[in-house]
C-alpha cells in the first residue's frame, strides 16, 4: 500500500524558515517523479514544486521561487521541502503528492498534508 | 501560466442528477488534462486523466471529454458519495496549474 507521510508544520513568524518532510513507503520512490502541492484555508489547490527521479530537474511556482527549495533522497525513501522568508501567504496545509504512471505531472497518490501557519 | 477557468462555481443537484462541470484553459493544453475530487478533510483524488481516461478503480459513471481549451467532466448519475469539489489541472505546460474548483452540492 502507498504510502505518503508529511512531517514538520507548524507555527513559525513571517520571516521565518520551516522544514517539510514526507516519508514513501509502499512502492519504488526512486522511480517516482513528486510534487509538493498546498491548499491554503478554505481555498483551492495550488502546485508548488516539481523533482525529478534523480533530483534533476526540478520546478517551483512563482509565488515561492527562490524562498522554497525541492529536495528528495532516495535512499531514504524521502523528500523534502525547505522553505524559508515565510510570508502570511504561504499558510496552507501542504500535500507531498506522487506522480502517476499514466503520464507527467499527473497525481494518483497524496499525503494527509501538513499545516503550516505563518503568523505573529 | 495557463489560467483554468471552471463553472459553474456550484452545481445544486439531487442524487440520481446528471452532472456537467466545465472546464476552460486560457491556450490549447491539448488533451493533457486532468479532474480531480476533493471531499471536506481529504487529500484530493484522481478521476481522469488525458481529458477522457478513468484512473484506476474510478467507477464508469465518471467520463471525461474535451481538447484544447474546453473540458467536461460528466457524471450520469450522482451518488450520495460524489457530493464533493472538482478541480481540473493541467500538465501541458509550466507551472502546473488547477481551476479554483466545482463543488457539487446536494439540492
Known amino acids: 500500500e502507498v504510502q505518503l507521510v508529511e512531517s514538520g508544520g507548524g507555527l513559525v513568524q513571517p520571516g521565518g524558515s520551516l522544514r517539510l518532510s514526507c516519508a514513501a513507503s509502499g512502492f519504488t520512490f526512486s522511480s517516482y517523479r513528486m510534487n509538493w502541492v498546498r491548499q491554503a484555508p478554505g481555498k483551492g489547490l495550488e502546485w508548488v514544486s516539481y523533482i525529478d527521479v534523480g533530483g534533476t530537474p526540478i520546478h517551483y511556482a512563482d509565488s515561492v521561487k527562490g524562498r522554497f527549495t525541492i529536495s528528495r533522497d532516495n535512499a531514504k525513501n524521502s523528500l523534502y521541502l525547505q522553505m524559508s522568508s515565510l510570508r502570511a501567504e504561504d499558510t496552507a496545509v501542504y500535500y507531498c503528492v506522487k506522480e502517476a504512471n499514466y503520464g507527467f505531472h499527473y497525481f494518483d497518490y497524496w499525503g494527509q498534508g501538513s499545516l503550516v501557519t505563518v503568523s505573529s | 501560466e495557463i489560467v483554468l477557468t471552471q463553472s459553474p462555481a456550484t452545481l445544486s443537484l439531487s442524487p440520481g442528477d446528471r452532472a456537467t462541470l466545465s472546464c476552460r484553459a486560457s491556450?490549447?493544453?491539448?488533451?493533457?488534462l486532468a479532474w480531480y475530487q476533493q471531499k471536506p478533510g481529504q487529500a484530493p483524488r484522481l478521476l481522469i486523466y488525458?481529458?477522457?481516461n478513468r484512473a484506476t478503480g474510478i467507477p464508469a459513471r465518471f467520463s471525461g471529454s474535451g481538447s484544447g481549451t474546453d473540458f467536461t467532466l460528466t457524471i450520469s448519475s450522482l451518488e450520495p458519495e460524489d457530493f464533493a469539489v472538482y478541480y481540473c489541472?493541467?500538465?501541458?505546460?509550466?507551472?502546473?496549474?488547477f481551476g479554483p474548483g466545482t463543488k457539487v452540492d446536494i439540492k
Open positions: 489541472q493541467q500538465r501541458s505546460n509550466w507551472p502546473l496549474t
Open positions: 488525458d481529458a477522457s
Open positions: 491556450q490549447s493544453v491539448s488533451s493533457y
